[in-house]
């Protein structure tokens, strides 16, 4: 048995950031058993190749941290702050026996392969990163071979695999806690408006699975085409759906930007928004969904953001600006790598620790991966006021025994 949620808050303690900061910096932990050994893992050689670049750490397991430094644009934008965001949790886990090297993929396939084979000759045992889905497909080919897993920030589901964890916010996750919450809330019936893209795929498909699971049924599914500020398609097949209202317990709106408008074509429709509970997913959290007045009352699964304002007001104490949401992803990675390097011993990142079942505490909550590469998050469950919103469930914080 391990557990690296002891010695991450002793490593916080240690930094003297304050009961607000401490109940919301990452805690990761995680349970196993019969370790033993990892035959054909790499362990770290007894003289270690000379680094080039950006190194963040001084610890003797090293790290590749993969980011878009000449992406350029919000690209260059994200790496500065991932970068720095790594610093920052190294700052917070005192003594931490790792050096993260930085390695530009520029955002592309080739510059991710070229970052992840930089890395590894460098003696990297884990890659964090890339952000973008191609320059994760890119690392993922030369990180595969020499037997390194890579944990990366795309939500591209396509670019999982085994060895190849993705930390971001899926959409899936999204749909399993808010599809299965509506049902034991007594919904029954569903229908969803989705975008008519890759994404509108994605959550179609894990929309179906999960209103299946939760022994409930489908009314209608209705994909719509948005052109530039044409929004004459949404209309229309909001319509449809409204044609059945008497059908529906819930409609699933899952795109952000587009929900206010449903929920008033909805309404004109005549769906009655007070019986029949609109649910969205973790887009809405912006002030335009939240202060929608025609959204008062519906449902969408995010977060506990405690821990995020926590993590966000001392990067802006400690780098004069505030942090981007995905900049957890970032602090978490690092922490994970610092816990386990400090918890597990020669097995650090084995599949076996990587893909335990009690997963690990992040800023964002509990998460866990598994073994092909996706992962599963503990969600709140917020409800749109009209002038921000409101938990009306917790986010776990933990995962069932067996779960």
């Known amino acids: 048995m391990f557990r690296i949620i002891r010695d991450v808050e002793h490593g916080v303690r240690k930094a003297?950031?304050?009961?607000?900061?401490?109940?919301?910096?990452?805690?990761?932990?995680?349970?196993?058993?019969?370790?033993?050994?990892?035959?054909?893992?790499?362990?770290?050689p007894g003289g270690q190749p000379a680094t080039s670049g950006q190194?963040?750490?001084?610890?003797?397991?090293?790290?590749?941290?993969?980011?878009?430094?000449?992406?350029?644009?919000?690209?260059?934008?994200?790496?500065?702050?991932f970068r720095n965001t790594a610093e920052l949790a190294l700052q917070d886990f005192q003594g931490a026996d790792i050096q993260i090297l930085i390695k530009d993929t520029g955002g592309t396939a080739q510059g991710g392969r070229q970052a992840a084979q930089a890395a590894i000759q460098e003696g990297a045992e884990l890659i964090i990163g890339p952000v973008f889905a191609p320059a994760v497909g890119g690392a993922a080919s030369v990180a595969r071979s020499s037997g390194v897993p890579v944990v990366a920030f795309s939500s591209d589901e396509s670019v999982a695999s085994r060895g190849v964890y993705l930390l971001s916010f899926l959409p899936r996750s999204d749909v399993t806690r808010i599809v299965s919450y509506a049902a034991r809330q007594g919904k029954r019936s569903f229908a969803a408006l989705l975008p008519d893209d890759t994404y509108g795929a994605v959550v179609e498909a894990a929309f179906r699975q999960e209103v299946g699971r939760a022994g409930a049924r489908i009314?209608?599914?209705?994909?719509?085409?948005?052109?530039?500020?044409?929004?004459?398609?949404?209309?229309?097949?909001?319509a449809r759906i409204a044609a059945n209202a008497s059908q529906i317990d819930a409609v699933f709106v899952p795109a952000g930007n587009v929900a206010p408008f449903v929920a008033q074509a909805l309404s004109s429709g005549g769906v009655n928004l007070a019986s029949t509970k609109i649910l969205g997913s973790g887009q809405w959290d912006t002030q335009q969904v939240l202060n929608a007045a025609p959204l008062t009352g519906a449902w969408y699964p995010g977060p506990d953001g405690t821990g995020f304002q926590a993590f966000a007001e001392r990067y802006q104490s400690a780098y004069g600006s505030r942090p981007p949401r995905n900049a957890s992803l970032a602090y978490d990675a690092t922490i994970l790598a610092a816990g386990l390097v400090r918890s597990a011993g020669a097995a650090r990142f084995s599949e076996r620790v990587l893909t335990n079942r009690d997963g690990f505490l992040g800023i964002d909550g509990v998460f866990r991966f598994d073994r092909q590469g996706t992962n599963e998050r503990g969600l709140a469950i917020y409800e749109v006021t009209g002038s921000g919103s409101r938990i009306i469930a917790p986010a776990p914080r933990s995962f069932?025994?067996?779960?």
């Open 16 to 44: 003297a950031l304050g009961a607000a900061l401490a109940a919301g910096t990452l805690l990761a932990s995680c349970t196993g058993s019969g370790l033993g050994d990892y035959p054909g893992y790499p362990s770290t």
């Open 55 to 81: 190194t963040v750490g001084t610890g003797s397991v090293r790290v590749g941290m993969l980011l878009p430094v000449s992406g350029g644009g919000s690209a260059t934008s994200i790496a500065t702050v």
């Open 219 to 238: 009314v209608s599914i209705e994909r719509y085409k948005v052109q530039g500020n044409d929004t004459s398609d949404i209309a229309a097949k909001a």
């Open 400 to 403: 069932g025994a067996g779960g």
